[in-house]
């Protein structure tokens, strides 16, 4: 069966510094790729999707992420951290089995930004 | 553009007893679903609706659980009788039907969620 893994359930950065939030997928067939962020009480919001074409993505609040095949990865990037990046962070998959839109999601990383 | 709309926003029952979560999605889509999201893990998918019809429900509890949207619009789904281990944020999303034809990776619009506290 499909699954996604995200490395690390909490990460923490600097204000201003790298933020790097890793996921794998699991299929020798690529899925479709999707971050959400979700704020404390609040629902999912959609990042970035990535389904064919260009392997780098850009999203919202200057996320992006890069699809690599080789590596069955769907890593999320900004460049400069912003406290109100503070959330969590959720990758997903929709495969092209079992169903149609199907998302299935990973664990989730919390993201933290400290001053 | 109305979001997702959940209520109630929160819930704490008993276990054995029972509890129902309402769901209207945007207008004019299709496509809903429902989530189960316990503490520290991702969104499990419940149920998936496309209209009034049930496209997929393999991860719905159905002893305990069941769901309907008997109009192709809101949707409700009930708990009856609720366990400890239910506690967990209950998600509804919507999506449109197709793009282009295209009938994956339609983007989901998710509610805010009702968070359900079994005690």
């Known amino acids: 069966a499909q699954s996604v893994t995200q490395l690390g359930s909490h990460v923490s950065v600097s204000e201003g510094a790298l933020v790097l939030l890793r996921c794998n997928y699991s299929s020798s067939v690529p899925p479709y790729l999707f971050w959400y962020v979700q704020y404390p009480n609040q629902g999912l919001q959609l990042l970035l999707k990535?389904?064919?074409?260009?392997?780098l993505v850009k999203g919202i609040n200057g996320f992006e992420a890069e699809f690599k095949k080789s590596e069955t990865s769907f890593h999320l990037t900004k460049p400069s951290a912003h406290m109100s990046d503070a959330a969590e962070y959720f990758c997903?998959?929709?495969?092209?089995?079992?169903?149609?839109?199907?998302?299935?999601f990973g664990a989730g990383t919390r993201l933290a930004v400290h001053p | 553009e109305a979001g997702v709309a959940q209520s109630p926003r929160y819930k704490i029952i008993e276990k054995r007893q029972s509890v129902a979560f309402w769901c209207n999605p945007i207008s004019g889509h299709a496509t809903l679903y429902w989530y189960q999201q316990i503490l520290g893990q991702g969104p499990k998918l419940l149920i998936q609706?496309?209209?009034?019809?049930?496209?997929?429900d393999s991860q719905l509890p159905k002893d305990r659980f069941s769901a309907e949207r008997l109009k192709g619009v809101d949707s409700t789904l009930k708990i009856q009788p609720a366990k400890l281990e239910d506690s967990a944020v209950y998600l509804c999303a919507s999506s449109l039907n197709s793009i282009g034809g295209q009938r994956w990776g339609n983007e989901q619009f998710f509610g805010p969620g009702t968070r359900l506290t079994v005690l």
């Open positions: 997903a998959v929709i495969p092209f089995s079992g169903g149609y839109n199907k998302l299935i």
């Open positions: 609706f496309q209209n009034n019809g049930v496209v997929d």
């Open positions: 990535y389904t064919t074409g260009a392997t």
